[in-house]
Nanobody, 120 residues
Framework: VQLQASGGGLVQTGGSLRLSCVASGHIVQINRMGWYRQARGSERELVAT???????SYADSMKDRFTISRDNGKKTVYLQMDRLTPDDTAVYFCSLEQRMNVLAPRKTYWGQGTLVTVSS
């Protein structure tokens, strides 16, 4: 499984960005895709995840400004980020979690990350 993220860049405070992540390879029908972020000097943290059935969950601090969605046909997950602040500056990673069968352990795959920089 490979994940290719895009859409990062430089934006001013209060602006918006939309990240995209396309998955390829052996992907099973039941899976969970998501976004995490890692600021310089900090640990990676959850932003949001979404199941193939479009059930979404968010980190509490971001659920009012960020929206995760996915297109199963395109094997793509999106992250719409609004009202961005400098605290949102980080490398954003997409993820895909799946298990190949009911007896197999869950495995998480990661994209390469896309940098989001919010200027003050």
């Amino acid at each position: 499984v490979q994940l290719q993220a895009s859409g990062g860049g430089l934006v001013q405070t209060g602006g918006s960005l939309r990240l995209s992540c396309v998955a390829s390879g052996h992907i099973v029908q039941i899976n969970r895709m998501g976004w995490y972020r890692q600021a310089r000097g900090s640990e990676r943290e959850l932003v949001a995840t979404i199941t193939q059935g479009h059930d979404a969950s968010y980190a509490d601090s971001m659920k009012d400004r960020f929206t995760i969605s996915r297109d199963n046909g395109k094997k793509t997950v999106y992250l719409q980020m609004d009202r961005l602040t400098p605290d949102d500056t980080a490398v954003y990673f997409c993820s895909l979690e799946q298990r190949m069968n009911v007896l197999a352990p869950r495995k998480t795959y990661w994209g390469q990350g896309t940098l989001v920089t919010v200027s003050s």
